[in-house]
């Protein structure tokens, strides 16, 4: 079985259409639109595997381009089970650009359909390829609610704890005294027996993150997610000495080297990898480097394929539940009780709608071997 061919398409969809409930934004900016980048490939005896990534709103285009022009080529004539060897060789290829950024994320969209593509010649759904170390896991409910005024962001958490969820996310990154407010409303809204994680989105330095921390224990905080930059692991390591809080980081890292200083110092209890940024390959790398240094990985959004993957390995603490693209999917994934279980079917079964993207595409091609 060998790659045949490989589409790429490029969407840019306005908040409209997968949020419609109101303004999304983080500390640092307010998402208006998001791009997709689809990568499928289809090998020579008509087995389909898709993979995708997407931005916030800019980007897209070079993600694209790279994927036409440089990785797509290279898949033609491959056979999807050295997909690990395609990823060390893409990131070996593209080294001279940088194997962070664009040429990460395309690499993954493209190590994603490869993985899907040998679940489904197999029959099996992804998880179940890799090898079952659960059938299911805690799922947690997130939300990117910044814009939302402290009572709406209480009733918000409030509805997830009311659907059954066990923990929830916030985000913080208000002044002092309103973020310590909105952390107490939902901590009372939820009540004592519900985790409460915080998400600052790169939000503050030590001194002014250590302030808040401080603050913020009395409400018995889970973890407190990406204060600094990714860069600042003097940051993180200096922070995590200072509070029993456990500091959570890692979506923005996008390779697995990127994660090792972290670990080597202790910067971070929780490392959150990103298959969006990592592919499923570099992202298994993570989560066997982590459980190498005793600790949990809980994955960054996207629950539909990371279901499979925290599934998929002894490690996984929990599931990110942020239904951002449900509206989009054939299919959405379904969290029972606080609980998610991936789908049965053959391969991730991340589909995305057809009918709700084509009117959105800003390009298309295919490429086919000789």
Known sequence: MTV??????HYRLPREVWWPEGPIGASAYEILDVELV?????????VIGSGFTYTVGRGGSAVRALLEDVIAPELMGREPRDVEAIWHELRTKLHFVGLGGVAAVAIAAADIALWDALAVAAGLPLYRYLGVHRASLPAYASAVNLALSTGEVAEQMAGYRGRGFRAVKMKVGKPFREDVERVRAVREAIGDDCELYLDANMAWD??????????FERYDVGWLEEPFPPHDVDGYATLQRLTATPLAAGETLFTPDEFTPY???????????DVIRLGVTGWRRVAAAALGAGLPVAPHFIPEIHVHLACAVPNALNLEYLPIFERLLERPLEVRDG?????ESPGHGMRFSAQTLVPYRQGEREVRGR
């Not at 045949?4 to 398409?9: E, F, K, L, N, T």
């Not at 030590?206 to 603050?215: F, G």
């Open 263 to 273: 670990f080597r110092r202790s910067a971070i209890r929780v490392p959150q990898p």
């Open 38 to 46: 689809t990568c499928e490939v289809e090998t020579d005896d008509g």
């Open 339 to 343: 609980r998610a279980a991936p789908p």
């Open 206 to 215: 030590v001194a002014e993150a250590a302030r808040r921390l401080r603050a």
């Open 4 to 9: 045949a061919a490989c589409r790429i398409a």
